[in-house]
């Protein structure tokens, strides 16, 4: 059975950095498309990044320049660096693994999720 176990979710300061983790179990091989989404109360769940086995990645406009994607295919796990942290990247954070050949920020693309972690930015 596939699990995602996010970590490293926590409550900072503006401008703060935290750094996300998602382990990967159950799945021999690695996700060819793995993600980042999060949610804030109130709102859809929205694409942060995502990252191919390739290293293609791509980013939402409003963490462009801020947030880094990366992943370590050999110990499964992807991990999403985030700096200059704004109250508006408050939300849950959800990591996500596609099993199929196209990547992106639309949910609809991801086959399993985890089961979030939470990052709270106080102004």
């Known amino acids: 059975q596939v699990q995602l176990v996010e970590s490293g979710g926590d409550s900072v300061q503006a401008g703060g950095s935290l750094r996300l983790s998602c382990a990967v179990s159950g799945y021999t091989g690695s996700f060819y498309c793995m993600g980042w989404f999060r949610q804030a109360p109130g709102k859809e769940r929205e694409g942060v990044a995502y990252?191919?086995?390739?290293?293609?990645?791509a980013y939402a406009d409003s963490v462009k320049g801020r947030f880094t994607i990366s992943r370590d295919n050999a110990k499964n796990t992807m991990y999403l660096q985030m700096n200059n942290l704004k109250p508006e990247d408050t939300g849950t954070y959800y990591c996500a693994a596609g099993g199929g050949v196209q990547c992106g920020l639309l949910a609809g693309l991801y086959d399993y999720w985890g089961q979030g972690t939470q990052v709270t930015i106080s102004s």
């Open positions: 990252m191919t086995t390739y290293t293609t990645a």
